[in-house]
């Protein structure tokens, strides 16, 4: 069995010169790597890179500005030594840790995922360009929105937060949106969703249409706020990362009444066939990349809409697959991740038992 490991960039570009790095998926991922990790060169730290794809072998890969051919398993397999190192830079690395760990020859050899240095990096802020993004006056109206759906009762940590709201921001409204007061057949996505008692799926075209009529800013009811959200109010529209490559409303998001990327995003619901349930970080991401959103985790500003797209530490520092917290003088909130947002991704046990791996947690 390989030997996981939980390492930063910093550390990687650290690596003895004398170990070989052996980057194991010639992937787009690997290609694209700069988007989030603009001020490294990985390729002055690698030495071959490896794919399962035969029709791959023999081909030419440029990273950063090195070429390199790329080889088979095999052909690792013939030179990798002990001391050596493997990068997973594949989307689907489960896979292959699954493989390497079937093969004898590569037992105790440390291994690194590209994705969880990804999610150990720090974004970089430009402050300068974050403040002139802001309005000298108040857009989003001081209202927070809400939604319980089903009408089950909610967990004492949920009114905990929602106390925890009131106390941060004593002069917002705080509305509660559930079957007595939205109509979840207005749209055959929602009334779909509603029959099929996907509550979190519900909740994610609600709050859409929420804030596109009224206005106001929306939370999950597992967020948690740290500081006042004033600040956010400056903009005409905010959103945040979850990571390095998705936005989530439900990090919490906010717009001014009738923004017009927000309805972007609920037209994406009418193309959808009632009942696929897809996770709306994939959908708004998708909606996001047409005006030019850049997957990186940094602050942007997209003119469609005037949407302030903020860093994961501003609203979700505590990253998904870890469940670590980084908080910092910037974060606002943080998203626990927690209640139907599970129903709504199906986790992959395989990933959870390879975080569980990297960070020395035996279940």
């Known amino acids: 069995m390989i030997n996981l490991v939980n390492i930063s960039i910093k550390q990687l570009m650290k690596k003895n010169k004398m170990e070989k790095l052996y980057i194991f998926g010639a992937s787009k991922r690997l290609i694209t790597y700069k988007n989030v990790l603009p001020f490294y060169c990985l390729s002055s730290v690698t030495d071959f890179v490896v794919d399962n794809d035969k029709a791959k072998w023999g081909q030419d890969i440029q990273l950063d500005d090195k070429r390199y051919t790329i080889i088979s398993p095999e052909q690792m397999l013939a030179n990798i030594s002990k001391d050596d190192k493997i990068l997973i830079a594949s989307i689907h690395y489960e896979e292959i840790v699954l493989q390497l760990d079937c093969i004898t020859a590569l037992d105790g050899i440390d291994c690194y995922i590209l994705d969880y240095i990804y999610a150990c990096n720090d974004s970089y802020i430009d402050m300068n360009y974050y403040e002139s993004c802001k309005e000298s006056e108040y857009y989003i109206p001081p209202v927070i929105h809400y939604c319980w759906f089903g009408n089950n009762s909610m967990p004492d940590e949920y009114i905990k937060y929602i106390d925890g709201w009131k106390k941060l921001c004593p002069d917002y409204s705080i509305i509660r949106w559930d079957e007595s ?12 969703a509603y029959k099929d008692r996907k509550w979190a799926f519900v909740s994610d075209y609600a709050r859409l249409d929420i804030i596109y009529n009224n206005g106001g800013i929306y939370l ?6 740290i500081k006042n959200i004033d600040e956010l109010r400056r903009f005409r529209a905010y959103v945040g990362f979850e990571a390095e490559s998705f936005i989530n409303t439900g990090l919490g998001f906010g717009a001014e009444k009738g923004n017009i ?6 037209e994406s619901y009418d193309n959808m066939t009632p009942g696929s349930y897809i996770p709306c970080p994939q959908i708004q991401s998708k909606d996001m ?10 602050f942007q500003y997209i003119k469609y809409g005037n949407v302030a797209v903020l860093p994961s530490e501003f609203l979700c520092p505590m990253e998904y697959r870890y469940k670590q917290l980084k908080i910092t003088d910037k974060t606002f909130s943080i998203h626990h991740f927690s209640g139907s947002w599970l129903d709504k991704v199906n986790i992959n046990k395989n990933r959870e038992k390879i975080t569980n791996r990297i960070l020395g947690i035996n279940v």
Do not use: W
């Open 181 to 192: 007061n939205y109509d979840v057949n207005k749209h055959p996505f929602i009334s779909k």
């Open 220 to 225: 999950d009811t597992d967020v948690q706020l």
């Open 261 to 266: 990327f927000i309805k972007k995003c609920l």
């Open 289 to 298: 990349d047409e005006f030019g959103l850049i997957r990186n985790n940094t």
